[in-house]
């Protein structure tokens, strides 16, 4: 009976031992490209292909993330849309634009998470499992070469919507893009660029790095029919058949990646109660993550191609 203890304790030993390993070396590296049609467009509008990136998390060395951003270029989307946190090193803002070299020649367009100021720090991960770190998280005394990344990017021709709402014609259809400084930080002032959604557009969408719940009711609100995020890693650490545990926000568990519908108040009501004009949401998981925490499990990293199409 003992010996058959410890050969049950030993099994479950080494399949824990498997878990860590692959969650740590196998599903971090294993990059998924995610396809996902939108129906937000008026009826008659060609189709546009997004590419949402997010949460790159960036350290130079990670030579094998780098190249796999690199090639989505070969996609040629028509806009391009990174929803923020793309450093996690001093000295990335180099390799990111590298990595970036053939979208930078796509349109696009930028928002900044916080870890595009502050330099990731080791974390008690047992803190996501509570709101304690929404609380007055501690944040990292090394601060990150913000100007640089947006200097970089804004050269190339890519767009930083912070705080900013402009019109852009995009493979000729007229889009509203309207964005907001990193919520989770307390950055956002999304009344300074509050107004109704233009009746020129053909679609107004909304750019935020963290999906908290006073900014996405704010924008729908206003009209927003397509609201773009990132930030919460999908939870990063997934129980398969039942999803994630945190989103690392106020967002719910259900909306915590991938897409969905949102109206304001929508925090607080069953999704099956969306009305006709609901906006869309699409929560990117994100391709990386804090360096010091690596681990993902059920929830690989990701970037999407969204083909926005005419509503039927």
Not at 18 to 34: D, K, M, Q
Not at 48 to 66: A, I, N, W
Not at 142 to 169: K, Q, S
Not at 285 to 290: K, M, P, Q, R, V
Request: hydrophobic share 40%; net charge negative; with cysteine.
């Amino acid at each position: 009976m003992e010996r058959r203890a410890w050969s049950v304790l030993g099994t479950g030993a080494a399949a824990a031992g498997a878990a860590v390993t692959y969650a740590t070396w196998v599903e971090p590296r294993w990059f998924a490209l995610r396809r996902v049609d939108v129906p937000c467009l008026p009826a008659g509008t060609r189709p546009l292909r997004v590419l949402h990136l997010s949460d790159l998390h960036l350290v130079p060395r990670q030579h094998r993330k780098r190249e796999w951003v690199s090639g989505l270029a070969a996609l040629a989307p028509d806009l391009v849309v990174h929803t923020g946190d793309h450093l996690a090193d001093q000295e990335a803002v180099p390799a990111v634009l590298q990595t970036y070299d053939r979208l930078l020649d796509v349109p696009g367009l930028f928002v900044l998470g916080s870890n595009d100021y502050f330099a990731p720090v080791l974390k008690n991960p047992l803190r996501y499992f509570d709101d304690s770190h929404r609380k007055g998280e501690e944040l990292s005394p090394v601060r990150l070469p913000t100007a640089d990344l947006v200097d970089g990017l804004t050269a190339r021709g890519w767009l930083d919507l912070t705080h900013r709402r402009v019109e852009l014609d995009v493979a000729g259809v007229r889009l509203e893009l309207v964005g907001v400084d990193d919520p989770h930080l307390e950055l956002d002032d999304y009344a300074s660029v509050s107004a109704p959604a233009s009746p020129d557009a053909a679609l107004t969408i909304g750019v935020t790095h963290a999906p908290y719940q006073r900014v996405l009711d704010a924008m729908s609100a206003d009209g927003v029919r397509l609201l773009i995020a990132g930030h919460t890693h999908g939870g990063q650490l997934q129980v398969p058949g039942y999803g994630a545990l945190v989103t690392n926000c106020d967002l719910d568990k259900g909306r915590v990646a991938g897409l969905s519908r949102w109206w304001p108040g929508a925090g607080s009501a069953p999704s099956e109660q969306a009305p006709a004009d609901a906006a869309w949401l699409h929560v990117s998981a994100g391709l990386g993550g804090n360096p010091y925490t690596p681990f993902r499990f059920s929830c690989r990293p990701e970037a999407t191609l969204l083909t926005l199409r005419s509503v039927t």
